[in-house]
């Protein structure tokens, strides 16, 4: 009977034993919850801000990187699953994203913090995978999103079509970017696996009447630069000559992105007009001044010097500060002459590009350069000193681009 018992005992240790090993296996094979429930009602007065559709301004190439899985597709379709808690922070990576469940409410330097959300979940029907192998085309995945009360997460909602960006687990990689939108019906060319495959599509959807969320063009133009994919000057080209204003600017900007010197001169060209504002629509005005911005080659001073003719004030600006920028003693002359902008704040650009050429080329700090709070109640205190330098001496060393 004792021995019976002992056998039994033992039989009972073993089976929990087995039975913890299991769930011990379990634990460690799946991946950490990215959601907790969460112990506040639905209607908790913590202000509610509204998920964005998806976001469409994005470095595709860090992206692109950081997914295991790309996943050329539709969401089909969408239902809430309920009510939770995520914690939002800095990952092991480097980046900002979710952390698992439970990780705890913000930490006193901000790096964390906890929201509630309303969880979804999307069915996505995969037509292609173009990096990854965690499912096949045909699939059709189920992948969680985040409505949140506190802060704006894109959002996956029914129709909508392009990339969709997952971790080793197949969960969302990044839930600022959860899927790079392309025109409907569009698929990589044969052949064609990764950022190419993106690139292509995004090529593909650079097309009149594309439907899209907002800023589809925008975003759809900025990734071809970033991807530069195979035929995209050519394409790009193309598309400047157009008669669609919003397909015009985006390719222009795209080109500009990628030093192509024409189209430098023609979105000058369109800048100068009285009617410039038209020409850029959306966030094209945005992107082409960033694109302006983004320029190294000194011999394209010239071409952005033109912009100090417009009556725009902050044009002139822009111009000034990718002068900087560039940091060519060519740019001398421009900033001498904008010494005497109608705008302070761009004298006072002036006087910092002329600053810092003088520094680059002779290691001169003998003028004066302040700071904005200085410089913005009494500019002449500080232009006269660089006009009067200009006559004495910068002309004749820089005043044909010339300089060490």
């Known amino acids: 009977m004792a021995r019976n018992l002992r056998v039994t005992l033992a039989c009972c240790v073993l089976g929990a034993a087995a039975l913890m090993g299991g769930l011990a296996y379990l634990r460690a094979d799946r991946p950490p919850r990215l959601w907790r429930p969460d112990p506040n009602p639905p209607g908790n007065a913590r202000g509610h801000v509204q998920s964005r559709p998806v976001s469409l301004l994005y470095d595709a190439p860090a992206l692109l990187d950081a997914a295991d899985t790309v996943v050329l597709g539709e969401v089909v379709g969408d239902k809430t699953v309920g009510r939770g808690l995520i914690a939002i922070g800095q990952l092991p990576d480097g980046r900002y994203g ?9 930490t006193s330097s901000g790096e964390q913090i906890e929201t509630g959300v309303t969880v979804h979940q999307a069915a996505f029907q995969a037509v292609d995978v173009v990096k990854g ?9 189920q992948v969680e999103w985040f409505e949140a ?35 409907k019906g569009v698929v990589p060319p044969p052949g064609t696996t990764g950022k190419e495959a993106v690139g292509q599509c995004m090529l593909a959807s650079l097309k009149p009447q594309a439907s899209g969320p907002a800023f589809f063009l925008e975003g759809c133009a900025q990734a071809v630069w970033q991807l530069q994919p195979k035929g995209a000057t050519a394409r790009l080209r193309d598309l400047a000559t157009w008669q669609d204003v919003g397909l015009r600017a985006n390719a222009l ?46 011999a394209s001073v010239p071409e952005i010097a033109r912009l100090l003719s417009s009556p725009e004030a902050s044009l002139r600006g822009q111009a000034l500060q990718a002068m900087r920028k560039i940091g060519s003693p060519v740019a001398a002359t421009y900033f001498a002459a904008a010494l005497s902008d109608e705008a302070v704040a761009n004298r006072h650009q002036a006087v910092l590009g002329l600053a810092e050429l003088l520094w680059r080329q002779e290691q001169r700090r003998d003028l004066p350069a302040p700071g904005a709070q200085l410089f913005d109640p009494d500019p002449d205190r500080y232009t006269q000193p660089w006009r009067d330098w200009w006559e004495r001496e910068g002309k004749a060393k820089y005043g044909q681009g010339g300089g060490k």
């Open 98 to 106: 979710l952390l698992p469940a439970g990780s705890g409410p913000a």
């Open 149 to 183: 009360d506190t802060i704006s997460l894109t959002s996956l909602e029914p129709g909508a079509y392009g990339f969709l960006l997952l971790d080793q687990h197949g969960r969302l990689s990044d839930l600022e970017h959860s899927l790079l939108p392309v025109a």
């Open 253 to 298: 900007v795209a080109l500009v992105h990628l030093g192509d010197a024409d189209a430098l001169r023609s979105t000058v060209d369109l800048l100068l007009r009285k009617d410039w504002r038209s020409q850029f629509p959306g966030l094209a005005i945005a992107n082409a001044r960033g694109a302006i911005s983004s320029l190294s080659d000194p």
């Open 133 to 141: 192998d965690y499912c096949r085309p045909g699939a059709l995945l």
